[in-house]
């Protein structure tokens, strides 16, 4: 059973700064892809960035420049240094992983339980 267990959400002021982490316990394959996704109360889920084993990423245009997605191989855990953050990043984050087959194919999907980031004054 792999379980992703998330931390480092909280209230932070306008233009200020967290970190998010996310560990996985339980083994997973090695070819993966780990993200975070974010809901807003009344929004759809949506992706802020993905990180590759190789450590390509991709983020949303809302966060560029702001948002850092990194991982550690060894420990199986991604971060989301958050920077410069503004109210409208207030919302749930999920922390993901997708594994892929041999050949590249799908194979599993995980989700963290999520943790609240409030930016407010």
């Known amino acids: 059973q792999v379980q992703l267990v998330e931390s480092g959400g909280g209230l932070v002021q306008p233009g200020g700064s967290l970190r998010l982490s996310c560990a996985t316990n339980?083994?997973?394959?090695?070819?993966?892809?780990m993200g975070w996704y974010r809901q807003a109360p009344g929004n759809q889920r949506e992706l802020v960035a993905t990180i590759t084993r190789a450590e390509s990423t991709y983020y949303a245009d809302s966060v560029k420049g702001r948002f850092t997605i990194s991982r550690d191989n060894a420990k199986n855990t991604v971060y989301l240094q958050m920077n410069s953050l503004k109210p409208d990043d207030t919302a749930v984050y999920y922390c993901?992983?997708?594994?892929?087959?041999?050949?590249?194919?799908?194979?599993?999907?995980?989700w963290g339980q999520g943790t609240q980031v409030t930016v407010s004054a």
């Open positions: 339980g083994r997973i394959r090695s070819n993966n892809v």
């Open positions: 993901n992983v997708r594994t892929y087959n041999l050949v590249g194919s799908p194979e599993y999907e995980y």
